[in-house]
């Protein structure tokens, strides 16, 4: 999807989002559905700059899972939440936003201004590896 906005954002109410840089100018999402009874349902809304995701799971039991994965551009603003699941950045550069409701926000290597916030669950940072004397 081409990115016409300032920021690419991608929001997913139930599932683990990764996000990795790219030299591409087009915002990415690559998915993987788990499931072992029903299908679940899934749907999305996109603008210019944000794709929204919206999975639910029919059944109480049973496999049922979501794992995204976003390749945006390297150096873009960017923002990635989920309401319910995991979010993991690594690599990015320029602003970088990462939320959850309830999962684990892990951003990885991440350089320039980033913005971490998790209701309920853990933040692990993993800071860029440094050359010697710095």
């Given amino acids: 999807m081409p990115v016409h906005g300032r920021t690419a954002a991608v929001s997913v109410d139930e599932g683990d989002v990764s996000a ?15 499931y072992s009874l029903v299908r679940p349902q899934l749907s999305w809304q996109r603008s210019p ?18 794992d995204y994965a976003v390749a945006v551009r390297r150096g873009a603003r960017s923002e ?3 309401a319910s699941g995991n979010v993991t950045a690594s690599g990015l550069a320029g602003t970088v936003t990462l ?36």
């Avoid at 990795?20 to 788990?34: A, E, F, K, Y």
């Avoid at 290597?109 to 940072?125: F, K, N, Y």
Wanted: a positive charge; hydrophobic letters at 30%.
């Fill in 20 to 34: 990795l840089p790219v030299r591409l100018h087009q915002l990415q999402v690559h998915g993987t559905l788990r």
């Fill in 49 to 66: 700059s944000t794709i929204a995701l919206h999975a639910h799971c029919r059944v109480p039991t049973g496999v049922c899972s979501f």
């Fill in 80 to 82: 990635f939440s989920s």
């Fill in 99 to 134: 939320s959850t409701a309830s999962g684990t926000s892990m951003p990885r290597g991440l350089s320039g201004r980033a913005t971490i916030s998790d209701h309920s669950g853990d933040i692990t940072v993993t800071l860029p590896v440094r050359g010697p004397g710095c």
